[in-house]
């Protein structure tokens, strides 16, 4: 039932970045909520299903875009390297998270930002610096507030469990001591 | 400083094959999934389309009564021009000229936009069963938006004019100097491979050329507002703002025929 939540909030994300984003454009960039939920469900499902999530969401950026799959590949490593770090690393903190998702956003612009290069096209170069930093923060800020408001629905949708002793709790290894 | 298990390779190798394979398989993936999300976009965007109405009251208040006034002078302009178009009708039947057919337009609504920063894309509510294929035209009623890419049976996509995977021939109306007009994903177009020797100034039309067969001749594409050499200094360019505001479109046209 909370992963099939989890996938309703993905979907509307995704829906809500397609349709209702243009509005709140800056500087020409929209925030990357789809990757905000790829962040989110990384950091609170167990690990198949924030993957398999991640994938969905991968493949739903790819339907609307122009060139490349690029998503569909980057997402579930995105994903797949965030819950390997989450298990080193406590996120408790909400500036963590922020700076992950900066991060985080900034390297999958980049990585773009070198495919759009690489397959010939021509962009101005302050175009391309504006995407990848602003796009990064912008997606940092709204992350805040969307994180934010999970935390006002806590107990409604479900719980938020940031810490890496949920993960191994799920996974059966318990580690009292830390 | 990370401890590998044996399992963890495996596990690592697993989910790049399956991404891959994946990523592989992505075209088979997009005509159900567009098919599935076309109810819900389609509720989105009529929901965001009657709070834009309602939100942005007073703006289209105001700009409704300035196109009231731009439509009653171009009405008055119409049928000054009327006459002139009569005039060149019986002259070309007179010539044996083969007359140049109306277009045949389907109008379709916009229900979604693309995910990312890069990329200029719209999806329309049409697709095939309304007749229409990958590489027509889109336009509205001020000039050109771009063209179809991409066709399933009740959606299409649309790279707008800005998207730089896009290109276009065209033409400085004035001095009928022929240019390649790509997008930035900027707010301008770029007209580039004009000689440094060209006749072009700021607040030039451009319109397509149709000289490839693939756009028709004669759509607007913008005005000319700024220009300059291009790095090797042996050509130049322009800077083109559309005459379509591509950030707020909500209706397109697609030339059939």
Known sequence: ?178 | MFRFKIKKPIFFALIILLSLSLYLANPFFKTPFLSFLKLPLGLFSAIRREAGAIIFYHRNYVENEKLRQKLDELNNRLNAQTEVFLENKRLKDALGLKQKSAYRLATSLVIGRSLDSWSQALIIDKGSSHGIREGMTVINYLGMVGCVVEVLRFNSKVLLINDPNIAVSGLIQRSRQEGLVCGTLGKNLIMKYLPSEADIKIQDAVVTSGLNGLYPKGLLIGTVVGLGFEFSGLGRYALIKPIVNLNNIEEVLVILQ
């Not at chain 1, 500087?27 to 924030?50: E, H, Q, R, T």
């Open chain 1, 1 to 178: 039932m909370r992963n099939l939540k989890f996938f309703f909030f993905v979907l509307i994300l995704g829906i809500c970045q397609a349709v209702f984003l243009d509005y709140f454009k800056i500087f020409n960039v929209k925030p990357d909520l789809l990757l905000i939920s790829v962040i989110i469900v990384s950091l609170v499902l167990k690990p198949a299903w924030a993957v398999v999530l991640s994938l969905f969401a991968g493949i739903f950026k790819d339907t609307f875009a122009s060139c490349s799959f690029i998503n569909t590949f980057l997402f579930p490593l995105w994903s797949f390297f965030i819950i390997k770090l989450s298990s080193k690393l406590s996120f408790d903190e909400l500036p963590i998270r922020m700076g992950l998702v900066f991060i985080v956003a900034i390297v999958h612009n980049i990585f773009c930002a070198l495919i759009f290069i690489c397959s010939g096209k021509i962009i101005p170069p302050g175009i391309i610096l504006r995407i990848v930093i602003v796009g990064a923060f912008y997606t940092a800020i709204v992350f805040l507030l969307v994180s934010t408001e999970l935390r006002i629905s806590n107990g409604k949708i479900c719980k938020l469990r940031f810490e890496p002793d949920a993960r191994r709790d799920d996974e059966g290894v318990v580690n009292a001591l830390r």
